[in-house]
Each structure stands twice: as C-alpha cells, then as structure tokens.
C-alpha cells in the first residue's frame, strides 16, 4: 500500500514538473517578442522622432517625442523639438488654408469672368436680335442676362422697349403686314405666359409665312411649355385632393370645398373630385342651420370684397346663434377689412379731390390771364366796354386781383373825364362814353337811349351794336327775376295755406322766368313730393276703406246666413288685395255653409245655430287675425264686441288681456313712449340736412347693427330703439322688423318669467 502511494506522488511531480517547464518555455518566448519595444530609451525615442521631424512628418515626430519625454522628463532636446513639431504643423495647417482660400478665389474670379462673358454675350445677341427685329429671341437673351445679373440696366430697359413695340404694333395699328399682327400678339401672351393663346397666334403667322424660323422655334418652345404647366397643375391636383381625402376629418367642411374647388380649377376633368364636392356640398346643405346659412352667405360677401354685406350677415348670424364662433372671427376680419377699405376710399377721394383742385387752379389762372390781357389789349385801343368786361371776368374768378381793379379804375376816370372835363373828339364818342357809365351802374335804358344816338351817327360802330344787345338781355332778365320774386311770394304764401295744387303751378311760373331761382326749385320739389305722398296716401286710404267696408259687410252677410252676398264681398276684396287672409278664410268657410246647406242634416245644424252666436264665432275669429297681424288695438275692438254678445266668452277675456299686455311692451312698458318724439326729431333733422339714398342706406345698416349689438349685450330697450329708428327710415325693412318681433316675444317672456 505504501509503494504504491509513491508511486502515485512521484507520477504527479513529474507531470507538475513538465507543467512548469511548458510554461516556462510560453513565457520566455513571450518576453523575447516584446523586449524590444520595452527596451528602448528616451534617447532612442528621440532619434526616432529626429528622423521623422527631418522627413517632415511632424506627427509621427511629435508621438515619439512624447514618449521621450515620458521616459526621461528632463529630455530638453526631445522638449525644444517637440515645439518645433507642434508649431510646424500649425505652419503646414495655415499654409494648406491660405492655399485653400487661393484655390476658392481663383474659382470664385473664374466663374465671375464666365458669369460676366455669359451676361455680355446675351446682352449682344439679344441686341442684335432686337435691333433684327427677332423680339423674340431678344427677349430670351435678355431674360438670359437679368437670370444672371438681376439688376442689369439696360436688359431691363430692352425688356421695357420689346414690350412697348410689341404694344404699338397691336393698339396703335404700326404694323405692316398682318403676319406682324399676329406676331406681335402672340409675343404679348407669351411673354405673360398664356402659351396656348400665343401658339394660336404663331399658327396663324406661320400659315401665312411658313419659313418664319423663329416662330417656328417659339411654338415648340410655348408648347413644351404649356404641356410642363398642364403637366404640374396635373400632378398638384392629383396632390391637393389626395391631402383632402387623407385629411378630411380634420377640416372644416369649407376648407375641404374650397380645395376641392381648387382642384377642380387646376384639372377640370377631374370627375372623382367634382362628385365629391357634390356631395360635400349636399350634406353641408343637409346640416345647415339658418345661422349657418347667414354665415355662408357672409363668407360668399367676405370673400368677393362686399365687407359692408358681410358684416351684416355675420351679425345674423350671431343674432340666431351667439354661439357661433366662425361668425364671431369673420365678423371681426370684416369690420377691419371695411375700415380698412373706407381708409383706402378716403385716401383716393382725398387725391381726387386734390387734383381736381390743382386743375381748376391751373384753369383759373389761364382764365385770369386770358381775360387780363383781353381786357388790357381792348383799354389800350379805346374799346372801354369790351375791356370792363374782360376785367370784370377776372374778378368773378379773383376778386383781389390788383391789376384789374386798377383797369376798372382807370376805365371809370377815362370815362368821366370824356363827359365831364369834355375830352372827347367827337360827340359820338361822348354817346358812348355816358352810354358806358350808365351801362356800368346797372342803368341799362339810359345806357341803350345814349348808345342808339351814337350809332345812328355811325351804324358800322360793332362794339357799341353788341352791347346795346347785351344792355337790352340783362334789362329783360332783370325784369323776369323782379316778377318771379313776385310769384314766388305768392306761391309761398299758397303753400302756406296748404293749396298744393295752385302752389305747384305758381312755383312752375317762377322757375320760366328764373331757371336758377334755387329756393322756387326746392320748394317746387317738396311740393310735389307731398303732393304725391298726399295722392298716394289717399289713394291707399280709399283702398283701405273699400276693403274694409266690403269685408265687414261680407262679415254681416255671413253672420245673417247670406253666404253668396257674402263670397260676392269677399271676391271684391281679393281683387283689391289678395293676400287679406280674412277674406280667404271667410271666403272658404261660406262655400262650406253653402254646400252644407244641401243636405237636410246641414240644414238641421244651420237652423240650430242662431245668428248671433254666428257673430260671435266672426268678431272673435277677426280679433285672432288682427292680433296675429301684431294690430293689437284692432283685435281688443273685436273681442271687446264679442263681450257685449257673451260677457262670458272667457277666450276673448283672455286674448284681450294679452294684447294689452303686447302694447304695454311695444310701447309705454319698455320705454318706446319716451323716445318716440326723440326718433321723429331725428328723421326730421335727417330731412333737414338733406341727407343722400346711399348716406341714409348707411345710416340703416348702422341702426340695425347697432340693435343687434344691444340685444347681444342683454339692453333690449335700446335695441327696440335702433330698429324702431330703422323701420322709421325704411318701413319695408324685413330684417328689422322681424327682430322687433322677436324682441317683443323676448320682452314677454322676461315679463312671465319676473
């Protein structure tokens, strides 16, 4: 047992000595590979790095000086070249950018010299093309140039020149042959970018001349062209309604219209886009509320540029639903964009207004210098009249005009010293003269008896001939001012009596002997206006009362069993107005009593009916329809004679309750009584002022806004103010009175709820 646990450890320490030894031999090989490198000293590494510094490759240098240095921190030598390495390379860095920066700019100073050979050679050619009449290619290499050179002169001011050609030959007609009609005209659609317009223009030329080259060339140009654009609109459709169909859920349903429209535009043949928008629109129209039809009918007014229209629709809107945002949004880009236009407007006027202004001064000047030299030409030849006329034309236009009035003044001297100092060569000349001073003061027949003895001395005397005409118009004229003045004091006077009629023909008598009597002319005016509003009124008035009368009489007839006395009323009043509701009703009731009395058992329950009860069923029927009517004084007349038959008719107790109430609201019980006066006052002060259709138009969109304002704000008194003052301007405006109705049931429902 024991030889044999030797025999076991001296097998393990040979195994473990062969272990070693192959390790041993691992190691040694190991350490033989790598000595080298370890080996090395700073010295060495310094050598290493030498060589590289002098073969320039500053790098590898640098590395080996710094494990130089890491071997041997007191290496100066490895220290000193390791700078030197550093500031090489720094050297080489500066030099490879300065070298950089040369190669740029001699590229940069290339292109420029290609640019500018490119701009001149175009410039060149486009001249030469030009001055060959070649517009065409001239504007290509124009065009060529400002591509390169954007603010190059004088191809922008070729480009002005070929359009102004292009211009004369089609407007002025300086064109020789009909060939440069249609080529000029096509260069205008092309050079605006209407190629199919030009294509057809150039066709029509190359038919008349077929070795016309150049056009021959812009034709398969234009139509290149024309097939990239129908091309691009092609494939941006195909892109917009593809976004639409991707993005439908997230759009309102007026943005998806607008771009389907927009696709449309782009390609009309587009058929899925056009049923889509159909049926956009049908189910747009399904959903639509009447705000929402207020508020399209704005966006159609916003976006054709009526703001005015759109405000009001917008307000509509929002009148039926406050809640309607969109309304709120546009109504407020309306407004801006109506201030905004208003500003605009008023500038322009403004301008107008200024060079209108600046021409009548140019106009007035020449017309004082015109007459001033007339009048001094006619002075310094002794013709006195014609000269004070001349001058007095010039003080119409410049009252201050010194060296007129100087003239006028030496006229008069020149004048009074020929009568009364007696310098004067001969007596005809003396006839004139005092003829001249009378003529002057206004005392036309003495100036006339003086200027007839001067010209039965010398008849041929024109000036003095022209003047006595003159003399004898203004007398004439006088006399017809002084008897129209007359009869307008008459007429007045008339008028003030309220005979109309006569008023009217005595004014008519003014206005022929004074066509400029202005206040004739107004009061004429006001006068008929009346006149015809009294006809009118009357007119209505008689209507009214036939209508009134046949229709009660109908009413009577019906209440005493009379029914075809009764259609026969009833019929006369359709004709006059055929919307009388209760002439239809009546009407259709009393065919029915009619065909009932045929039957024994309608007899039997006419017979049971008395008369009175008949009546009854009418007056209170009648009140219903004048209550609906909102004439709320009239229904209370009816049920009031219902009560005197039934004192207990309870219905009509009850309805005549309710329209007093209705009264009390549209009236004394939100405050109408106290301004009503106030509202006559202000039409009447509108009247006054003499206020224009499109001013007042104005001034009713602002009431009723201004009511819908009030109402929004919860102050109902002031809104009923607003569209009371509507109505009062325009009684047929719908939009007003459909919102006092409104208003009214508001007010009683406030009424019911206190």
Same mark, same amino acid.
């Given at each position: ?16 000595? &062969?272990?070693? &030894? ?5 190691? %040694? ?189 812009? %034709? ?140 009548? %001064? ?61 310098? &004067? ?22 100036? %006339? ?102 229709? &009660? ?202």
């Amino acid at each position: 047992m024991f030889r044999r646990n030797i025999f076991h450890i001296k097998r393990l320490t040979i195994k473990i000595v &062969f272990a070693a &030894f192959c390790l041993l031999s691992v190691l %040694i090989y190991i350490h033989s590979e790598a000595l080298p490198a370890e080996m090395m000293s700073s010295k060495e590494f310094f050598k290493r790095g030498l060589a590289n510094y002098e073969a320039r490759d500053y790098k590898s240098a640098i590395e080996n000086f710094q494990e130089a240095i890491f071997l041997d921190p007191a290496n100066q030598q490895a220290k000193d070249y390791l700078e030197k390495a550093r500031k090489k390379i720094l050297e080489e860095g500066k030099s490879k950018k300065e070298s950089e920066r040369k190669e740029i700019l001699k590229k940069a100073d290339t292109i420029t010299a290609e640019r500018k050979k490119k701009v001149q050679e175009n410039y060149e050619r486009g001249l030469e093309r030009y001055k060959g009449g070649e517009f065409l290619r001239a504007n290509e290499a124009f065009n060529a140039v400002l591509e390169i050179e954007p603010e190059h002169k004088e191809a922008k001011k070729h480009l002005e020149l070929i359009g102004k050609k292009l211009e004369e030959i089609v407007n002025t007609g300086k064109f020789k042959t009909i060939n440069q009609l249609y080529y000029a005209q096509g260069a205008i659609f092309y050079i605006s970018g209407d190629w199919g317009k030009a294509i057809s223009q150039w066709e029509n030329a190359v038919k008349i001349d077929k070795s016309n080259e150049e056009l021959s060339e812009f %034709i398969k140009i234009a139509k290149k062209r024309k097939q990239g654009e129908e091309a691009l609109a092609l494939e941006k459709a195909e892109a917009l309604y593809r976004d639409v169909l991707a993005h439908y859920d997230e759009k309102e349903v007026n943005e998806v219209i607008k771009q389907l429209e927009e696709v449309i535009k782009l390609n009309p043949e587009h058929k899925e886009a056009r049923e889509y928008l159909n049926r956009v629109r049908e189910k747009l129209a399904a959903e639509t509320t009447p705000s929402e039809e207020c508020f399209q009918q704005g966006l159609a007014d916003y976006q054709t540029g009526d703001y005015k229209s759109a405000m009001e629709n917008f307000s509509e809107a929002l009148f039926l639903d406050p809640d309607n945002k969109q309304a709120k949004d546009y109504l407020e880009r309306a407004g801006k964009k109506f201030l905004e236009e208003v500003g605009a407007k008023r500038e322009f006027e403004r301008r107008e207004i200024l060079r209108k202004a600046q021409t009548m %001064i140019a106009e007035r000047e020449k017309k004082i210098k015109e007459n001033c030299e007339r009048g001094i030409k006619h002075y310094r030849s002794g013709e006195f009249l014609t000269a004070n006329e001349a001058f007095n034309a010039v003080l119409e236009v410049e009252p201050e005009h010194k060296e007129a009035k100087k003239y006028l003044e030496l006229i008069k001297k020149r004048l009074q010293d020929i009568v009364n100092k007696g310098e &004067f060569k001969s007596v005809n000349e003396l006839y004139y003269a005092q003829g001249a001073i009378f003529y002057i003061s206004g005392d036309w027949d003495k100036a %006339i008896a003086q200027w007839e003895n001067a010209i039965k001395i010398d008849p041929s005397n024109k000036e003095l001939s022209g003047f006595m005409e003159i003399a004898r118009k203004r007398r004439q004229e006088e006399e017809a001012v002084e008897k129209a003045e007359v009869l307008y004091r008459d007429g007045l006077a008339q008028y003030n009596k309220g005979e109309i009629n006569e008023t009217i023909k005595q004014l008519e008598e003014v206005i022929k002997f004074n066509p400029q009597h202005r206040k004739a002319q107004e009061l004429l005016a006001k006068v008929r206006e009346k006149a015809t509003d009294v006809k009118k009124e009357e007119r209505e008035r008689m209507l009214r009362e036939t209508v009134d009368k046949r229709y &009660f009489q109908g009413i009577d007839y019906y209440a005493e069993g009379q029914f075809n006395k009764a259609i026969k009323e009833w019929q006369e009043v359709l004709k006059i107005d055929p919307t009388h509701s209760g002439a239809k009703e009546y009407l259709k009731k009393a065919r029915d009593k009619i065909a009932r009395a045929n039957s024994r058992e309608k007899i039997r329950e006419d017979k049971a009916r008395n008369a009175k009860e008949e009546k009854i069923e009418v007056y209170y029927r009648q009140g219903i329809n004048y209550y609906l009517a909102g004439e709320f004084k009239a229904a209370i007349g009816q049920w009031e004679e219902v009560l005197k038959m039934d004192p207990s008719h309870n219905d009509a107790t009850g309805y005549i309750a309710k329209a007093k109430e209705r009264l009390k609201i549209s009236g004394e019980g939100m405050g109408y009584s106290d301004y009503k006066e106030e509202i006559e006052e202000y039409v009447k002060e509108l009247e006054k002022t003499g206020t224009t259709d499109e001013e007042k138009d104005e001034l009713i969109a602002i009431h009723y806004q201004d009511g819908l304002v009030a109402y929004a704000q919860g102050d109902l008194s002031q809104a009923m103010k607003e569209w009371q003052i509507v109505l009062k301007l325009d009684p047929e405006h719908k939009k007003a009175r459909r919102a006092i109705i409104k208003l009214q049931a508001e007010m009683e429902r406030r009424k019911g709820q206190k």
